[in-house]
């Protein structure tokens, strides 16, 4: 049972232009959202995240969004740059549980064309 | 620097033979993690463990084992029992009270 989805595996977009990647979860206990940005062959490396009692947040040309009613949460580029183009995932923990275990989604790999 | 460094970067071993991945950390992190990634697919927990002498299975455990002797290392054991050992493997820590989880640069485990 697949508790964070990202139902687009793939995404291509014009250097300049806005680029959103979608993540949509199931457990209504996650209270805390992160996106990660993952190279081929490297190890993912943290973007930005989102506590459940915030709707959005906001870092330099990335913004994330969180729609708690819709359990749906987007990540904003702009304007993205060809350096922007990897895999991105989503990933979502319960603070509650103190463990710190963070569920992710399938991926999107994002392509930026110049 | 303080980081997570995983060893080696790539790994081959022949059909049955127990490998060892090793994962290290000097973030003082209490909360240690082993994913395994698969094309196409997300990061799947396999094991982790939030304190010394303590750990917990994952959602994919089976045919992997792990320790945790000391805060800094937290070594996982793809036995012969798992049936497709073949992936690239992430280590990570925490701080183990939500916050980001912070990742090594993966060991990819290849069995011929």
């Known amino acids: 049972d697949q508790q964070v989805k990202q139902n687009s595996p793939s995404l291509s977009v014009q250097e300049g232009r806005i680029s959103i990647l979608n993540c949509d979860y199931t457990n209504s206990m996650f209270d805390y959202f992160l996106w990660y940005k993952k190279y081929p062959a490297e190890g993912p490396t943290f973007l930005i995240s989102i506590s459940s009692i915030k709707d959005k947040n906001e870092d330099g040309r990335f913004t994330v969004f969180l729609n708690k009613s819709a359990k749906h949460l987007s990540l904003h580029i702009v304007p993205s740059q060809p350096g922007d183009s990897a895999v991105y995932f989503c990933?979502?923990?319960?603070?509650?549980?103190?463990?710190?275990?963070?569920?992710f989604g399938q991926g999107t790999t994002l392509q930026v064309k110049p | 620097d303080g980081g997570i460094t995983q060893s080696p970067k790539y790994l081959f071993r022949k059909e049955g033979q127990n490998v060892t991945l090793s994962c290290e950390q000097n973030l003082n992190h209490d909360a240690m993690y082993w994913y395994r990634q698969d094309p196409g697919q997300g990061l799947r927990l396999i094991y982790y463990?939030?304190?010394?002498?303590?750990?917990q299975k994952g959602d994919i455990a089976e045919g992997y084992s792990v320790s945790r002797e000391k805060k800094e290392s937290f070594p996982l054991t793809v036995t012969s029992a798992q049936k497709n050992p073949t992936a690239f493997y992430l280590c990570?820590?925490?701080?183990?009270?939500?916050?980001?989880?912070?990742f090594g640069q993966g060991t990819r485990l290849t069995v011929v």
């Open positions: 463990s939030q304190i010394v002498n303590d750990f």
């Open positions: 990933a979502a923990s319960e603070g509650s549980s103190n463990t710190g275990k963070l569920i």
């Open positions: 990570a820590s925490s701080t183990g009270f939500g916050g980001e989880a912070f």
